[in-house]
């Protein structure tokens, strides 16, 4: 019986020890709200059927920190008052299907201009980490353009002319 005593008040001393330690990290180094936010998206929005269209290119990349295979590239049209630092170009690759993005930044908002190549068209959908969904509307060469989008993370989803559901990583604009 001593023995189990013993090892209760060691349980019982651990479990005092872990709490105190959780509140020390929380309070030292508190787990960012964003990062609860993006955990119950990514569980909330999977699926598990589409295929992913990668991050082919990114003109936030830096030249020197790029990987073999990966693209950075610099803007190169420019309207006026943009600037490189509030331009970004994006190019997403899978399956048939390429997605080109450019991200403008004014004020509290960004526009978005893109192009959709091998989609149909139709389900094109910009989606945000919170859930919210806007319907993309493209032209009959698969452009479109969005203005005063929020700031935050977001995905685009789209249906490939073969029928195959395309989905893009997370990006934080």
């Not at 004020?107 to 919170?130: I, M």
């Amino acid at each position: 019986m001593a023995a189990d005593e013993t090892r209760d008040a060691q349980d019982r001393h651990d479990s005092a020890l872990i709490a105190w330690l959780r509140r020390v990290a929380a309070e030292a180094d508190p787990v960012p709200g964003g990062v609860y936010l993006a955990a119950a998206a990514a569980i909330d929005s999977r699926d598990l059927d589409a295929e992913l269209a990668d991050l082919v290119g990114d003109s936030a990349m830096d030249a020197d920190s790029v990987d073999a295979g990966e693209l950075a590239f610099e803007v190169v049209r420019r309207g006026p008052g943009t600037s490189a630092a509030s331009t970004r170009m994006l190019a997403f690759a899978g399956g048939a299907v390429r997605i080109d993005m450019e991200i403008t930044e004014h004020g509290g908002g960004v526009d978005l201009v893109g192009q959709f190549t091998g989609t149909t068209g139709e389900g094109c959908v910009l989606e945000y980490s919170d859930g919210q969904r806007l319907v993309l509307e493209l032209d009959d060469l698969g452009r479109f353009l969005v203005s005063g989008v929020d700031r935050g993370t977001l995905r685009v989803r789209c249906l490939s002319a073969r029928g195959i559901r395309m989905v893009t990583s997370w990006v934080l604009v």
